[in-house]
């Protein structure tokens, strides 16, 4: 997706998100938004970004990517927004008939009457051919 005659690229985003530039098999971390890093434009390429928590607001984060010339001059940009959607397994983790996000018993389960932890049944058998 880089322009015709773009050589170099850097990366610039918000601080909810971590990049990651994989150059000929070797992982570098990305430039934080003011590094001004550059990275050779070659096949094979892999630019690969995360968020570590859900966001506060739709589209509150961004990457962008600034393509260059031989001289180093700026062709153009392109750039994606992100929203970070966070997934919580909420149990009823010490049974007494309400859910709760942040129960402390989550994380451990004792076994009997008085035990605490979610008790979780799945099912993998194969429902349909």
């Known amino acids: 997706a880089a ?14 998100v971590s990049v990651e530039v994989m150059c000929r098999g070797q992982a570098e971390v990305g430039s934080a ?3 001004g ?3 050779p434009l070659d096949e094979g390429t892999v630019l690969r970004f995360s968020m570590s928590q ?3 607001e739709v589209n509150d984060n961004k990457v962008t990517i600034s ?9 153009n940009q392109a750039g994606v927004f992100l929203t970070g959607i966070g997934i919580s397994l909420d149990v009823d983790a010490d ?5 709760e996000k942040n129960n402390p018993n989550k994380a451990s389960w004792t076994w009997g009457p ?8 799945v099912s993998c058998d194969k429902e349909s051919p």
């Open 3 to 16: 322009p015709a005659g773009a050589v170099s690229f850097s990366v610039k985003h918000t601080e909810g």
């Open 54 to 56: 859900a966001s506060t």
């Open 67 to 75: 393509f260059y010339t031989e001289g180093g001059q700026p062709i």
């Open 95 to 99: 049974r007494d008939g309400v859910v």
């Open 37 to 39: 890093t550059r990275w």
């Open 114 to 121: 008085e035990g605490h932890g979610a008790i979780l049944l």
């Open 33 to 35: 938004p003011s590094s």
